[in-house]
């Protein structure tokens, strides 16, 4: 979507290693966060969100951190497994709860 | 996730065709949605609906129409499909909370 720009396009990880996914956001009314796991053949999944009102929350090896003053947010994976290996989508919903994507990030993790 | 159901989920069809995609949810969500998944363009909303008498264009809606028949079905038609309508179709739900669940998709071919 193009007010979410999500970077980089694909990240290849070696196993064990840490995955960082960015994404900027411009509507300053933005107040929910969700990053959406797809599997190859699969429908998109949330795996973690965050609220406009927190900084970071984790679980497990996932962590998501949000600046609103810069209008960014980030994913993070650590100690990568090969069934991390997805596209991952960000998003930013309006008050309304209508959700704006992100363009996607090919992970490959390789052993 | 069986909640949400979308029929068909493979469809071949020719240019000038109408067709309809349909889908029903058993969550008990007010809100419903259809996207198009694209490579490298992520999800991008065509109508949303926040109740059954709520109809909302998203962002690419043109050449789309859709019905809301009950809370629990929402489908989409294309009036006269064309090759560029070619995509990955996903309907979702959610409540007032944001989290949206998807449906398993329909692969829409245009020939």
């Known amino acids: 979507g193009e007010n979410v720009e999500q970077h980089p396009s694909t990240l290849s990880v070696q196993e064990g290693d840490s995955a960082v996914i960015k994404c900027t956001y411009s509507?300053?009314?933005?107040?929910?966060f969700p990053w959406y796991k797809q599997e190859l053949g699969k429908r998109p999944q949330l795996i973690i969100d965050?609220?406009?009102?927190?900084g970071e929350k984790k679980d497990q090896r996932i962590a998501v951190t949000l600046n609103k003053t810069a209008k960014h947010f980030s994913l993070h994976i650590t100690e990568t497994q090969p069934e991390d290996s997805a596209v991952y989508f960000c998003?930013?919903?309006?008050?309304?709860?209508?959700?704006?994507f992100g363009a996607g990030t090919q992970v490959v993790v390789t052993p | 996730d069986a909640d949400v159901t979308q029929t068909p989920r493979n469809r071949i069809t020719k240019t000038g065709k109408r067709i309809m995609l349909e889908c029903s949810q058993t969550k008990g969500h007010d809100r419903m949605y259809w996207y198009r998944q694209d490579p490298g363009l992520g999800l991008r909303l065509i109508y949303y609906s926040f109740d059954v008498k709520d109809i909302n264009k998203g962002e690419i809606s043109d050449g789309y129409s859709v019905s809301r028949q009950a809370q629990a079905k929402f489908s989409l038609s294309l009036e006269s499909a064309i090759p560029n309508q070619t995509a990955l179709y996903f309907c979702?739900?959610?409540?007032?909370?944001?989290?949206?669940?998807f449906g398993p998709g329909t692969r829409l071919t245009v020939t």
């Open positions: 979702a739900t959610s409540d007032r909370g944001h989290e949206q669940y």
């Open positions: 965050i609220r406009s009102n927190v």
């Open positions: 509507d300053s009314a933005s107040n929910y």
């Open positions: 998003a930013e919903t309006d008050s309304w709860g209508k959700l704006q």
